[in-house]
């Protein structure tokens, strides 16, 4: 069964940083492209960052360029998603997500963990 | 980007009727287009990917149309557990972008 576990969710200071975790298990995680999406409180989904299998290509959207970096460990089949220069507008629940390796679309998604940018 | 127009954002429906929910793409996303249901305190779940392809244990009750930029999530009969929200999402090209959302409740 493929599970995703996100962690290291919580409330930071505007400006500062934090880094989520995605513990993956059931399946062979190298070999699946992963993604991070987002979805602010009572607001629609937003897709904040993909990762290639072995990690050497990475893609993101305009409103977290040059903030967020994603990596991933495939030894340890975890994903990292690193959150710097935090915004109050970056509040929201952030799941993992698995891509299908050739449609791209999202086809495993983790619950999720909160995270709240707030003084 | 892709904007992706979703409609509409609520929906009230019967156990046993039939809805439909319009996604709209800015632009030709060819057919990769796909649709989650959403519900409290569990994962997301991919219903249809690439306009038309059920995923695996996606019941046949729910099917997907449409290419370019027009498509539409229809669920026949719907059952108790069909009630949530949905979302589109193009994943033709990056950005990877969602619609909006439907609420799809109990009448």
């Known amino acids: 069964e493929v599970q995703l576990v996100e962690s290291g969710g919580g409330l930071v200071q505007p400006g500062r940083s934090l880094k989520l975790s995605c513990a993956a298990s059931g399946f062979t995680f190298s070999s699946f492209p992963m993604a991070w999406v987002r979805q602010a409180p009572k607001k629609g989904l937003e897709w904040v960052a993909s990762?290639?299998?072995?990690?050497?290509?990475?893609y993101y959207p305009d409103s977290v360029r040059g903030r967020f970096t994603i990596s991933r460990d495939n030894a340890k089949s975890t994903l990292y998603l690193q959150m710097d220069s935090l915004r109050s507008e970056d509040t929201a629940s952030y799941y993992c997500?698995?891509?299908?390796?050739?449609?791209?679309?999202?086809?495993?998604w983790g619950q999720g963990v909160m995270v709240t940018v707030s003084s | 980007d892709v904007q992706m127009t979703q409609s509409p954002s609520n929906l009230a429906a019967s156990p046993g009727e039939s809805v439909s929910i319009n996604c709209k793409a800015s632009k030709s996303i060819s057919k990769y287009l796909a649709w989650y249901q959403q519900k409290p305190g569990k994962a997301n779940k991919l219903l249809i990917y690439s306009g038309s392809t059920l995923q695996s244990g996606t019941p046949s009750r729910f099917s997907g149309s449409g290419s370019g930029t027009d498509f539409t999530l229809t669920i026949r009969n719907l059952e108790p557990e069909d009630f949530g929200l949905y979302y589109c999402?193009?994943?033709?090209?990056?950005?990877?972008?969602f619609g909006s959302g439907t609420k799809l409740e109990i009448k």
């Open positions: 997500a698995r891509h299908y390796p050739t449609t791209e679309e999202f086809d495993y």
């Open positions: 990762i290639s299998s072995g990690g050497g290509g990475t």
């Open positions: 999402q193009q994943h033709n090209e990056y950005p990877f972008t």
